[in-house]
């Protein structure tokens, strides 16, 4: 299987927005090379006729029924947020200086 | 240390029951002691990260009332309280509590206080139990050791240099510590039991499906589940008939019944033991893993041989897909988790770091940069990597098929009718802080017996079997699907036929010292050991 490079490592840091140092770069090209090692190991296996398990219990399209319930206190909720304006939690800028 | 300066600590919870209920001690007694021997010994065990004294005393207050008042009203009052009710449990620290911490071992939720009560939050404080305190874990419930909890690392109280298992090595700790009767655990691939296993308690992981995990910090959704930790296998079945059960905010949680047999295993030794005649149990040889310390080996051996000396059959059996479980676990658990844990982008709650300039993916970066420790960030990694675009049919889809061929292994199995297998939870007795740290692969294999059961969304429970050098040996018992209240029946079972065993009753060796106030935290220890 093929290995991964450094600069793997770090586009799939990105992908996953992940900030790490170098140091934390250099070290994980390591240990997932060798984790990934492992996983070659189910190439030994013919799966070709198998499908595939995504759940053990047998339940499907689990519905609740249609009814309204009370939703938690705008207060409970919003009381984590790192940044909030009245009863809004401030996230930052998606559109860039330009758009706004 | 004198028996009579341990209180009410060496009860179990079904003996604090009779005398709450008798009148012979009180709930604010109980919980005091409790409190007492958790906040002694916390500084050398962090087996806890939050003891509520305060609310603790105050349940128990209301527990006392209500005892009271059942006993003024008459035996059939009694008789329908609640078996936990004002019983202490310990929580481990990624099931919601409203209005308390709720870290999952992590800084990124440092300062993060649940909105609300988990479901089983909800079950325990109907039942009246007392919640003592939120308990330490690895971190996202990742890892088998509790060294990844970003709040130090958890000592095991029959040696206290060495680890109490994990994830969940709190609620272990603060059990076998006889701080508390009862633990909550999570179980993903052996979060519950080989910590169990390593600190000489009863762990269950139910049924995937068996236990409603709303609120409950997710790790991998489609093989976490909640289980009890308890001193015996009656405690963990009480435990776990007080949380079981369909709730319509988990979907996942499954519309069975919850079996009252779970309340009603034997009490006596005896009559437990004689169960056994007759049954059949399955031991699957590729547990037997290479690497397997001989002592825990000739503990497990042992075991068998007194299962069939009390009239069961014990066969071998082959799962021959066990040795591909590691390999699938950790694409489907990482993929799982990746998933999981990109909520956590410091807008809505937990840490969160706004970078000058506005870029929010420079802001993102640095929240989850700075906010998830080392096995989280590789667990994320392994799983973004899995499931990116060329490697979804190599990686995840083809764990998901082994998955299938892992799960039919089982169901082969238990269709030639075997009642239960019995297996090692854990290839090792606990192991010293460090001695795993540096290499992934070596601690993941440390759940090599117990993530299989996961994959196939079995229950599975482990119960001490002796000891080696010293310290705990787990025996896994394995059954198939919804099978708790017989798997647990066997579990009594075992524990009936060796009731008089030189092994039972050993306390941990650690306790002296962890009652000293001089003894090194378990941090102290790590960095000792580190030079």
């Not at chain 1, 309204?68 to 809004?88: C, E, I, Q, Y």
């Not at chain 2, 410091?346 to 969160?352: E, W």
């Amino acid at each position: 299987m093929a290995g991964l490079t450094r600069a793997d490592v770090e586009h799939v840091a990105y992908l996953a927005r992940l900030g790490l140092t170098e140091a934390e770069l250099d070290r994980l090209e390591g240990q997932l090379n060798h984790i990934l090692d492992q996983y070659a190991k189910l190439a030994e296996l013919d799966t070709s006729a198998i499908p595939p398990t995504a759940q053990t219990i047998e339940l499907e399209n689990i519905l609740r029924d249609d009814v309204v319930t009370p939703s938690l206190a705008v207060a409970d909720v919003l009381g984590n947020a790192p940044a909030r304006s009245g009863d809004f939690v401030v996230v930052p800028p998606i559109l860039g200086g330009d758009a706004s | 240390m004198s028996a009579a300066s341990t209180g009410t600590t060496r009860l179990f919870g079904h003996e604090m029951a009779e005398r709450l209920r008798s009148g012979e001690v009180s709930c604010r007694g109980l919980v005091t002691d409790a409190l007492e021997f958790a906040e002694r010994q916390n500084h050398a065990l962090n087996a806890w990260l939050v003891i509520d004294r305060e609310r603790a005393l105050a349940d128990a207050d209301v527990a006392d009332r209500r005892l009271a008042e059942a006993r003024r009203a008459g035996a059939w009052a009694i008789e329908s309280l609640h078996p936990l009710l004002g019983l202490p449990v310990g929580l481990k620290d990624l099931v919601s509590v409203r209005g308390g911490q709720c870290t999952a071992g992590s800084r990124i939720l440092e300062g993060y206080r649940a909105p609300y009560d988990a479901h089983i939050t909800e079950r325990l404080r109907g039942a009246g139990a007392v919640i003592l305190g939120k308990t330490n874990m690895d971190e996202f419930a990742m890892g088998s050791s509790t060294e990844h909890s970003a709040y130090g690392p958890t000592s095991n109280p029959w040696d206290l240099d060495r680890v109490p298992g994990g994830s969940s090595g709190g609620s272990a700790a603060a059990v076998a510590a006889y701080h508390v009767p009862f633990g909550i655990g999570t179980d993903t691939g052996g979060s519950i039991r080989q910590p169990g296993a390593l600190t000489g308690i009863v762990g269950l992981k139910p049924t995937y499906g068996r236990v409603s995990r709303y609120g409950i910090v997710a790790f991998a959704s489609s093989l976490d589940q909640i289980g009890p930790l308890a001193r015996d296998v009656r405690d963990a079945a009480a435990l776990l008939h007080a949380v079981a059960g369909r709730d319509e905010r988990d979907s996942t949680s499954a519309p069975i019944p919850v079996p009252d047999d779970l309340i009603r295993l034997p009490a006596s030794d005896d009559e437990a033991g004689t169960w056994l005649e007759g049954k059949r149990f399955g031991l699957p040889k590729e547990y037997f893993v290479a690497g397997m310390e001989p002592g825990v080996e000739a503990a497990v051996r042992a075991a068998v041989g007194a299962i069939e000396a009390a009239g069961a059959t014990v066969d071998e059996v082959s799962l021959p897909h066990t040795d591909y479980g590691l390999a699938t676990y950790y694409i489907v658990a990482p993929a799982e988790a990746s998933a999981n844990l990109a909520r956590y982008d410091g807008v809505r709650y937990g840490h969160s770091v706004r970078l000058e300039g506005g870029d929010f993916i420079a802001d993102y970066l640095a929240t989850r940069g700075g906010g998830f420790g080392a096995e989280v960030k590789r667990r994320i990694m392994l799983g973004t990597y899995a499931l990116s675009a060329g490697y979804y049919d190599a990686f995840y889809l083809k764990a998901q098929k082994v998955r299938t061929l892992i799960k039919r292994d089982f169901d082969l199995v238990f269709e030639r009718g075997f009642d239960a297998l019995v297996a090692p939870t854990s290839p090792s007795v606990a192991f010293r802080f460090g001695a795993r740290m540096a290499d992934p692969v070596a601690m993941y294999l440390s759940d090599a017996c117990t993530l299989p059961v996961n994959i196939a969304g079995l229950p599975g429970v482990s119960i001490p079997c002796g000891l080696s050098e010293g310290l705990p040996v787990g025996l896994q018992l394995i059954g198939p699907a919804w099978s708790e209240a017989p798997l647990l029946r066997a579990a009594r079972a075992y524990e009936g036929i060796t009731a008089d065993a030189p092994w039972r009753g050993v306390e941990p060796a650690g306790l002296a010292a962890a009652d000293i106030p001089a003894t090194p935290t378990p941090a102290e220890r790590v960095a000792a050991g580190a030079h």
